[in-house]
């Protein structure tokens, strides 16, 4: 499968602080990867200036071949690279439906609709005219990516979904990622349970302290090199 | 005094007019628009020229000035104030100050300091009965149905169509809303269009009750601002409670004595800021 993001040499900032040096990475079409590391990493620096939030040179990021390094969100989005941010950022003044229409609001073509959606968490469809942020933490992160799925994407970032979760919230999260590839959907995913992405993924990035410190299939990754790309120190 | 509290309630649905557009450009864009009551004056005038060209009656030229002051609006906001957000609350604020200087001294030096009018003919005239043998004049009754409908009308636009859900949306989380695509400035843009054509709407009626010069608009901007705070964000029926509680207080306050007409309803105005910081129907700061 030919890559359908391509992440070259990207470096991100916040203000004067360097966040990622040099990153590159790719993500092929209908592949899951996942990006590991510990916090402040730069996992989600990856992922927010991949969807547009963050600013970077046009040609650090290829979509489809295409440079979209730097443009602005919205049109990332239309573009079919969609964001699950961190913290699932649900919006606290419209009903669970109306989150979901929300995410189909630049109407990308697709088979992705409310209906699809609730048959995938039928829980948000039994509460779909409560307000957003009244639902469970769980909930919430269905619905976070529910409203991600609704714009019929391309490559769908998921920004630590596990976060704060129990974990048989978790799993159900989890569980439905498999068959986003299935739709013919790349995801990237930022994940701090290193047990959970490797389990999930296809392939894996570790990212430390701003660089790549290593990448490999997921099925192939080996322990005490994942602890010392991790920590950056090695096991005795 | 019955007759005041009914003039109030009346006068009430203007001030909710005034209001809203004001509610709308703070919810959506975090802009306090300074320059908001001299769009209100800035509709008087406009119609008054219209009127002149085409001696029409105001109230039916009323779709053509929310329609001009709609589409001004938009212009005005992708074309100034969208630059002017994203580095904190004051500049938006030291810009509409400008533009309200601005619209200020270009009605005085086009028409004069001059107080105007507009006439509505016999509409302005004629009363109509209300029970408990109270009569009220037919406009301002006309103004208070008619603002209720563009409340409930603009309610129905909020709460029930794809613009109004991105205006809920990028008022609750900007930066999230344009992760589904939403253009912001554009959203913005239609948000002051919106909020400009309430306005106009509100500054017809107004060049029709009253007399009106080129000064008058700071004035009607504390007015809208009461009403807002009394009303509390969030709701347009508490704005129309809150334009109803301002005008009942100014009107009940000059029934004792011309002078208490403002004192009143600043009064009131402190004593719910005091009470309920977040107004008598507005959502509780989270």
């Known amino acids: 499968m030919p890559d359908i993001l391509q992440i070259r040499g990207l470096d991100a900032f916040y203000g ?4 990622l040096f040099a990153t590159s990475l790719t993500v092929a079409e209908e592949e899951i990867v996942a990006v590991i590391g ?45 964001m699950v941010p961190e913290g699932r950022r649900i919006f606290p003044s419209l009903t669970v439906e109306e989150n979901l229409m929300m995410g189909a609001y630049v109407r990308r073509p697709g088979s992705w609709d409310l209906e699809r959606v609730y048959e995938l968490f039928p829980v948000l469809g039994e509460r779909r005219t409560t307000p957003g942020t009244r639902l469970s933490g769980g909930q919430q992160q269905m619905l976070a ?21 129990a974990p048989i919230a978790v799993k159900e999260l989890y569980r439905v990622i498999p068959t986003l590839r299935e739709e013919g959907m790349a995801v990237l995913l930022v994940e701090q349970d290193v047990r959970q992405a490797t389990a999930t993924a296809d392939r894996i990035y ?31 | 005094m019955t007759d005041a509290i009914v003039q109030g309630i009346l006068l009430g649905g203007l001030y909710a007019l005034f209001a809203a557009g004001l509610a ?9 628009n300074l320059a908001h009551g001299d769009f209100i004056i800035l509709a008087a005038y ?43 609350i004051l500049s938006p604020l030291v810009v509409t100050f400008g533009i309200s200087i601005i619209i200020q001294n270009v009605l005085l030096e086009v028409f004069s300091a001059d107080t105007q009018g507009l006439d509505a003919g016999a509409l302005e005239l004629s009363s109509v009965s209300l029970p408990f043998g109270i009569a009220v004049g037919w406009f301002p009754f006309l103004t208070f149905l008619l603002s209720v409908a563009v409340l409930g009308g603009l309610q129905l636009v909020i709460g029930h169509t794809k613009m109004g859900r991105s205006f809920r949306a990028v008022s609750d989380d900007e930066e999230t809303a344009r992760l589904m695509g939403v253009r912001t400035r554009h959203v913005f843009g239609l948000a002051m269009a919106i909020a400009l054509l309430v306005t106009a709407i509100g500054g017809v009626v107004l060049g029709i009750r009253t007399q009106f010069d080129p ?27 809150g334009g109803v509680i301002l005008g009942v207080a100014q009107n009940v306050g000059a029934y004792f004595s011309p002078g208490w007409r403002e004192l009143a309803g600043h009064l009131v105005f402190l004593i719910v800021l005091a009470w309920r910081p977040s107004g008598l129907f507005g959502r509780s700061a989270e």
Not at chain 1, 145 to 165: H, Q, T, W, Y
Not at chain 1, 206 to 235: K, M
Not at chain 2, 24 to 32: A, C, Y
Request: charged residues 15%.
């Open chain 2, 46 to 88: 406009l119609t008054l020229v219209v009127v002149d060209l085409t001696s029409l009656n105001p109230m039916v030229t009323v779709v053509v000035i929310a329609a001009v002051m709609g589409l001004f609006g938009y212009a005005l906001q992708r074309g100034i104030l969208n630059f002017t957000l994203g580095s904190g």
């Open chain 1, 145 to 165: 990516i529910g409203r991600g799925l609704m714009a019929n994407p391309r490559v769908l970032l998921l920004d630590e979904i596990s976060l704060g979760l």
């Open chain 2, 215 to 241: 000064a008058l608009g700071p004035a009607r901007l504390i007015y809208a601002f009461e009403t807002v705070i009394i009303g509390g964000l969030g709701s347009l029926w508490g704005t129309l409670i």
């Open chain 1, 38 to 82: 510990a916090n402040g990493a730069g996992k989600s620096t990856l992922l927010r200036s991949i969807a547009g939030w963050l600013g970077s040179a046009p040609d650090q990021i290829l979509f489809d071949g295409e440079p979209i390094g730097g443009q602005r969100a919205e049109n990332i989005a239309m573009r079919g690279v969609v």
């Open chain 1, 206 to 236: 570790c990212l430390l302290r701003g660089r790549v410190s290593l990448e490999a299939p997921a099925s192939q990754v080996d322990h005490s090199e994942l602890i010392a790309a991790y920590f950056g120190v090695r096991e005795e």
């Open chain 1, 16 to 19: 004067s602080f360097q966040a």
């Open chain 2, 24 to 32: 709308i450009v703070f919810g959506v864009m975090k802009i306090v």
